[in-house]
């Protein structure tokens, strides 16, 4: 059974900092990459960062870079978004997605996502 499965989220206050894991079991991990994007009520879906499978190429939005980090554990089947300085406008449900070998593909499989609040 394919899954993936999001943790990590919660209420921070601004300026604070969060890991979320996605982890994944059922299918070949090492030849997917691995997206995360957010949804937040009223405004449109974002991709957030996305790591390659292959040699792990990361990809950033405007809006994260310099305070997100994005890394995987093949040997866990896991990827992790390091979220520092978070800003209330990062508030969102976040969701991770695997697409076959590169961040340009579509999507396969899906979370369930996990709630971050940043709000003091």
């Known amino acids: 059974q394919v899954q993936l499965v999001e943790s990590g989220g919660g209420l921070v206050q601004p300026g604070g900092s969060l890991v979320l894991s996605c982890k994944a079991s059922?299918?070949?991990?090492?030849?997917?990459?691995i997206n995360w994007f957010r949804q937040a009520p009223g405004k449109e879906r974002e991709g957030v960062s996305c790591?390659?499978?292959?040699?792990?190429?990361?990809y950033y939005a405007d809006s994260v870079k310099g305070r997100f980090t994005i890394s995987r554990d093949n040997t866990k089947s896991a990827v992790y978004l390091r979220m520092n300085n978070l800003k209330p406008d990062d508030t969102a449900i976040y969701y991770c997605?695997?697409?076959?070998?590169?961040?340009?593909?579509?999507?396969?499989?899906w979370g369930q996502g996990t709630q971050v609040t940043v709000s003091s």
């Open positions: 790591i390659s499978s292959s040699d792990g190429t990361t």
């Open positions: 059922g299918f070949t991990f090492d030849y997917y990459a």
């Open positions: 997605t695997a697409k076959p070998y590169y961040c340009s593909g579509s999507d396969d499989y």
